[in-house]
């Protein structure tokens, strides 16, 4: 979809560019350009299940940690806690 911006009466330069910049940011089609402008991959189904299986790991350990009084309400697991838990195996 094209933006299209005409000069207003007496308006100036700067402001006939103010106004595209803003509403070119306020299309996101800045967003969208910058997002593909780069090829990416596609996860296998392999790599999306080893993912939810992680999180949802990580998700029981923050509750475990919570319930032990070891993590406040919102905390998020320390990095040395989850490379152990990656060392042991568990996520």
């Given at each position: 979809?094209?933006?299209?911006?005409?000069k207003?009466?007496?308006?100036s330069?700067?402001?006939?560019?103010?106004?595209?910049?803003?509403?070119?940011?306020?299309?996101?089609?800045l967003?969208e350009?910058?997002?593909?402008?780069?090829?990416?991959?596609?996860?296998?189904?392999?790599?999306?299940r080893?993912?939810?299986?992680?999180?949802?790991?990580?998700?029981?350990e923050?509750?475990?940690?919570?319930?032990?009084?070891?993590?406040?309400?919102?905390?998020?697991?320390p990095?040395?806690r989850?490379?152990?838990?990656?060392?042991?195996?568990?996520?």
């Amino acid at each position: 979809m094209p933006i299209v911006i005409k000069k207003k009466d007496r308006e100036s330069t700067a402001s006939l560019l103010r106004r595209f910049t803003r509403l070119v940011q306020k299309s996101g089609v800045l967003v969208e350009a910058r997002k593909n402008q780069f090829y990416n991959k596609k996860k296998t189904r392999r790599q999306l299940r080893d993912g939810a299986k992680r999180k949802e790991a990580l998700l029981q350990e923050r509750v475990r940690l919570t319930k032990l009084g070891l993590l406040d309400q919102g905390q998020l697991i320390p990095k040395e806690r989850i490379r152990k838990m990656q060392q042991e195996g568990k996520i």
